[in-house]
């Protein structure tokens, strides 16, 4: 076995690291230097590694012609709004199969999970005439409930695991002082959940962020729109390929889920592996 101390074990590992960090970073690259190529030189036969003309009418259009700004509106409207309704119906949830005791806790918990042995298509057909009857097609409430229907059984499990390993005694120390049930969730449980609770809603803003099939079929109108749709209809359809409109776009894009993430990647990593280790 080689000694990871040696130089020769240290340079294999540096060496490994950067040819993964190319594999995986390299369609980024490429994302980035093709919104900044004027299209004579994107649509050439020979490619070029980097923008020999640089312009910025791809991020101009994308702004002002395409709609981009409205898109990006309405996304994180539909987004925050299911991930904080979705968080908030899992910490009740999780906490209610974790903490308590009653008849049909784990049956109603596992009918919960099984809705992820579906493939998405599959549960759009039945979601779709139940929008119909009750007028949710085309309505940005809608989609949000779509998206609940999926994040939410993911998300209770993660936060049932994380209060398994809260302390009973905790909470029963809390109870012989006289604090209810609501009391103790509220004040006693809840500021020390907040990482995994972070977690779950990153989660279901990400899983609705970026949605194409859902968002697609639920929404007809363009000043409905959510990003994935309006970066399909806007530049790759049946008469047009804009591919250095739609990477101007897709950056532009992907930034709240970006800057989000970094924000937050210290509650998300701790409320990844709140639940793992008792």
Not at 209 to 220: E, F, G, H, K
Request: glycine share 6%; charged share 10%.
């Amino acid at each position: 076995m080689l000694d990871l101390s040696s130089w020769q074990a240290r340079t294999i590992f540096a060496v490994c690291t950067l040819m993964i960090g190319c594999f995986l970073f390299f369609p980024v690259y490429w994302l980035f230097i093709s919104s900044l190529k004027v299209d004579a030189e994107l649509y050439a036969l020979e490619p070029t590694f980097y923008p020999h003309v640089l312009t910025l009418e791809h991020f101009r259009k994308a702004l002002f012609e395409a709609g981009l700004g409205l898109q990006l509106t309405n996304s994180l409207i539909v987004s925050l709004s299911s991930a904080a309704i979705n968080a908030t119906l899992a910490v009740y949830a999780g906490y209610s199969f974790a903490k308590y005791r009653y008849f049909g806790r784990r049956p109603v918990m596992l009918f919960m999970l099984s809705a992820q042995m579906f493939p998405f298509g599959l549960l759009l057909i039945t979601i779709y005439p139940m929008f119909t009857d009750f007028g949710l097609i085309d309505t940005r409430f809608g989609l949000m409930i779509s998206y609940i229907v999926f994040a939410l059984p993911v998300a209770t499990y993660m936060l049932y695991s994380y209060f398994s390993q809260v302390p009973n005694e905790l909470i029963e120390a809390a109870r012989a002082d006289g604090a209810s049930d609501l009391r103790i969730f509220h004040t006693i449980v809840l500021p020390i959940s907040l990482p995994p609770i972070i977690t779950v809603f990153l989660y279901s803003f990400m899983w609705s962020w970026n949605d194409l099939l859902y968002s697609l079929t639920l929404i007809v109108s363009d000043d409905k729109r959510t990003i994935g749709p309006g970066l399909l209809l806007n530049y790759l359809n049946e008469t047009n390929s804009d591919w250095g409109g739609a990477m101007a776009a897709s950056l532009m894009a992907a930034c709240p889920v970006v800057i989000g993430f970094m924000l937050l990647q210290r509650f998300f990593i701790q409320g990844v592996t709140a639940g793992a280790v008792k």
